[in-house]
């Protein structure tokens, strides 16, 4: 079985304090911390049992998982395994990326956010050049929020041509034709983002293919609907996957709206779906969607 994971385990502490996320500068104790890394751990184990499988694991912490040695050694562990084919994670690259040198680089692949104010830009870029150089997959992308047009700009300027630059719209924003323009000029993918995409009804691949899977081996199809269908470590949610359409009715994320069917994102980012890495640098002339509904 070919299958994709979505891992969000008990982590939510983050070593940034950006104004637009809930979970800025928050601490976990140290027995969260504790109760964090021997999820992770678990969850490792079994993917690292699970030869049958095909499996591609994508890391989606609340907080930053790459400054914390559990989250390095799972990667490196998991890159290196035969059937894993994509361990990717999301992170603002605030971690050194020395490690890197440990993992499978055709397996390994990050998707980091930058976050003007938060960390100083030559040192951001200087990773940024680092993973390059040692032949790391990697995207790189921005909230787009007003303020941070210009630093976005500078970034598309200094980042290797390759490297694509995504721009998430910001949450509860509404773009006119004309603040999307600049975005879309950056990033011409932006517009799917700048729209939440109608779901209700539509087949999607979570639940058949692509599943979430939080600390506990709770199974859900995706992170955005909390019904269960089982558990990872008695594989009572095997029987439980098939095609099934979207109950809700509308979604507004990347890493849920990336899985419907009736989008084609699955062509635009082939080979690179966890990571957020289109097969070929998107040109401006990719269409806009038109039937989503506008933020409200």
């Known amino acids: 079985m070919d299958l994709t994971l979505l891992y969000r385990g008990p982590l939510a502490s983050c070593d ?5 996320c809930p ?3 928050r601490r976990d ?3 969260q911390l504790r109760a964090d890394r021997a999820a992770l751990e678990r ?3 079994w993917a690292a049992a699970r030869t049958e499988d095909g499996l591609s694991v994508l890391f989606t912490p609340w907080g930053e998982g790459l400054v914390r040695s559990w989250y390095r050694r799972a990667v490196v562990r998991l ?3 035969p059937h894993v084919r994509r361990v990717a994670v999301q992170t603002n690259l605030s971690c050194r990326t020395d490690w890197l040198s440990e993992a499978d680089p055709d397996t390994v692949a990050l998707w980091c956010t ?3 104010g938060q960390t100083p830009y030559d040192r951001f870029l200087a990773k940024t050049h680092d993973l390059a150089a040692r032949g790391v997959r990697f995207s790189v992308g921005v909230v787009g929020l007003p303020e941070h047009l210009e630093h976005a700009r500078r970034l598309r300027a200094d980042l290797p041509a390759r490297v694509y630059l995504w721009v998430n719209a910001a949450e509860g924003h509404t773009y006119t034709d004309e603040e999307a323009a600049p975005w879309t000029a950056l990033d011409p993918l932006f517009p799917y983002s700048r729209h939440p995409h109608r779901s209700a009804g539509l087949p999607c691949r979570t639940g058949e293919s692509v599943v979430s899977v939080d600390g506990d081996g709770t ?3 995706c992170h955005f609907v909390r019904a269960e269908l089982g558990n990872l470590y008695d594989d009572s949610f095997r029987t439980a996957l098939r095609p099934r359409a979207c109950p809700l009715a509308s979604c507004d994320c990347h890493i849920g709206y990336v899985h419907l069917e009736t989008l084609p994102l699955y062509d635009v980012f082939a080979g690179g779906v966890l990571e957020r890495i289109p097969a070929d640098v998107p040109s401006a002339d990719l269409p806009v969607l038109l039937d ?3 933020r409200s």
């Open 16 to 20: 940034y304090d950006c104004p637009y």
């Open 23 to 25: 979970f800025a500068k």
């Open 29 to 31: 104790t140290p027995g």
């Open 43 to 45: 969850f490792t184990d």
């Open 79 to 81: 890159s290196r395994l």
């Open 114 to 116: 930058y976050h003007p």
């Open 219 to 221: 199974v859900r199809r």
């Open 292 to 294: 989503a509904p506008r």
